[in-house]
């Protein structure tokens, strides 16, 4: 059984910053890629980011390109999401996932294998 828990969610006000942990624990895995997705209410979850987690290459959303950045501790098997320039919009439960192998596409909930049970962000404007 593979856990995944997320860190780190709270209230913080426009243009503050926070920063995500998501560690997962139980039995080992082959990691090809973890991301973090986000929920807001009455909205379909959405793609924030992914990392994969031999080479470390990202991809942002739009929406979060130049505030936020994923990264990774591959001997600590938990992965990292650094929220800048926080918006009111930004405000969602924010869940990490992981994937075993590669599906097509990292924007996609069905990519991944693994997933969190989430943790609030809320900014305040």
């Known amino acids: 059984q593979v856990e995944m828990v997320e860190s780190g969610g709270g209230l913080v006000q426009t243009g503050g910053s926070l920063r995500l942990s998501c560690a997962a624990s139980g039995r080992p895995f082959g990691s090809f890629a973890w991301g973090w997705f986000r929920q807001a209410p009455g909205k379909e979850r959405e793609f924030v980011t992914a990392?994969?987690?031999?080479?470390?290459?990202?991809y942002y959303a739009d929406s979060v390109k130049d505030r936020f950045t994923i990264s990774r501790d591959k001997a600590k098997s938990t992965v990292f999401l650094q929220m800048n320039s926080l918006k009111p919009e930004d405000t969602a439960i924010y869940y990490c996932a992981a994937s075993v192998y590669f599906r097509g596409s990292f924007y996609k909930t069905g990519t991944y294998d693994y997933w969190g049970q989430g943790t609030q962000v809320t900014v305040s404007s």
């Open positions: 990392i994969t987690w031999s080479s470390g290459i990202t």
